[in-house]
């Protein structure tokens, strides 16, 4: 897949714009990788986009009482099919990381660029996911310069565990 990005969004993915954004005070250092399936490896369905856009019916399942009032989003998602939608262009800070540090400074919003893969910390991610990641990486890189790739887990230890086991760092392009 060939990927570009013209006024920091990618181009040929689908955008959504997320309230849930702000302006950044730090040049991009790093990129975060989450994983999400609403409810929890569930797969087929647009829960994500509508949690990020602040959509969410919360008394559609169980699981979702504990989203309700949260204000979240990502810069982009990777569905299983590798296909991309994008809800916060890069030079804006994205709220995908909440309560974090790395390196020794904290609000890793601020400074990171968040990646969701549509999974789940029980299940193993596709080979498209890989695919399109490590393409995504390569052009992030290309376009923001070098920067650390971490999972969500290691910026937030006592709150997170994503992206999880089943993440394999050895196909990715860190």
């Known amino acids: 897949m060939s990927l570009s990005i013209k006024n920091h969004l990618i181009e040929g993915a689908d955008y959504f714009l997320s309230p849930n954004q702000s302006d950044r005070s730090e040049n991009i ?3 975060v990788i989450h994983c999400i399936s609403l409810p929890e490896g569930s797969f087929n369905n647009d829960n994500p986009t509508k949690l990020f856009l602040n959509e969410l019916d919360f008394e559609k399942h169980d699981s979702f009482k504990s989203l309700e009032g949260l204000k979240v989003s990502a810069h ?5 099919n590798g296909s991309l939608i994008q809800y916060v262009p890069f030079n804006k800070c994205a709220w995908h990381a909440g309560q974090s540090n790395y390196a020794g400074r904290d609000r890793c919003n601020e400074f990171s660029i968040g990646i969701e893969l549509k999974g789940s910390i029980k299940e193993e991610f596709t080979n498209d996911q890989y695919s399109v990641l490590n393409d995504l990486l390569d052009l992030l890189k290309k376009e923001y310069g070098d920067m650390d790739v971490v999972g969500h887990s290691e910026i937030a230890p006592n709150r997170k565990n994503d992206p999880g086991p089943y993440f394999n760092w050895d196909l990715i392009n860190a």
Request: a negative charge.
């Open 76 to 80: 982009i998602l990777i569905e299983r």
């Open 29 to 31: 250092d790093l990129i």
